[in-house]
T-cell receptor
């Protein structure tokens, strides 16, 4: 298995533009997580899905952020409009249904909003 | 709400020596899991070790072991015979065990430097 695949690896955009981050979880995993990592706030959970259904989106900072999981093999995190303070590394992670099973992380998307 | 605290922003160790990274957490749950993740400069998050709260025995993975003190809510990571490749940021994480959809809550991380 190729692991959790995220794209793009790097994204540079201008303030006000729409940004879409993509994630393909590991096949067979039924939970998917989006995390954001910054120096100031560390790793924050933005949202997670179970069986394609959003379970907890309390970490989504603002209405400018939205996430979808149209099927078991694909998820997107969209920021519209983007702002410089959104600059961070965004990680996607997936996990099978077992209780204590570890999270498998993608390589992250480094987002820079100028 | 559960919280995870890593009080050491940076640590350093001499190659081949032993180092211990600290982690404390706060929870009212009795069923949970604790993890240590490693993040090297490549940015990839790698699971180092996992501990089930109901197990009294400390988890061990080769050179990595934990000291799990449930009453004190402490979960430290010991790295023995440190290697240059151990240099990374290390994150302690907590997951409530009562639900298989539970989220992972991370500490702020500790940057480990290994000196040759």
């Amino acid at each position: 298995d190729a692991g959790v695949i995220q794209s793009p690896r790097h994204e540079v955009t201008e303030m006000g533009q729409e940004v879409t981050l993509r994630c393909k979880p590991i096949s067979g995993h039924n939970s998917l997580f989006w995390y954001r990592q910054t120096m100031m706030r560390g790793l924050e959970l933005l949202i997670y899905f179970n069986n394609n259904v959003p379970i907890d989106d309390s970490g989504m900072p603002e209405d400018r952020f939205s996430a979808k999981m149209p099927n078991a093999s694909f998820s997107t995190l969209k920021i519209q409009p983007s702002e410089p303070r959104d600059s961070a590394v965004y990680f996607c992670a997936s996990r099978s249904g077992a209780r204590g099973e570890k999270l498998f992380f993608g390589s992250g998307t480094q987002l820079s909003v100028l | 709400a559960q919280t995870v605290t890593q009080s050491q922003p940076e640590m350093s160790v001499q190659e081949a020596e032993t180092v211990t990274l600290s982690c404390t957490y706060d929870t009212s749950e009795s069923d949970y899991y604790l993890f240590w993740y490693k993040q090297p400069p490549s940015r990839q998050m790698i699971l180092v070790i996992r501990q089930e709260a109901y197990k009294q025995q400390n988890a061990t993975e080769n050179r990595f072991s934990v000291n799990f003190q449930k009453a004190a809510k402490s979960f430290s990571l010991k790295i023995s015979d440190s290697q240059l490749g151990d240099a990374a940021m290390y994150f302690c994480a907590y997951k409530r065990g009562s639900s298989n959809t539970g989220k992972l809550i991370f500490g702020q991380g500790t940057t480990l430097q290994v000196k040759p």
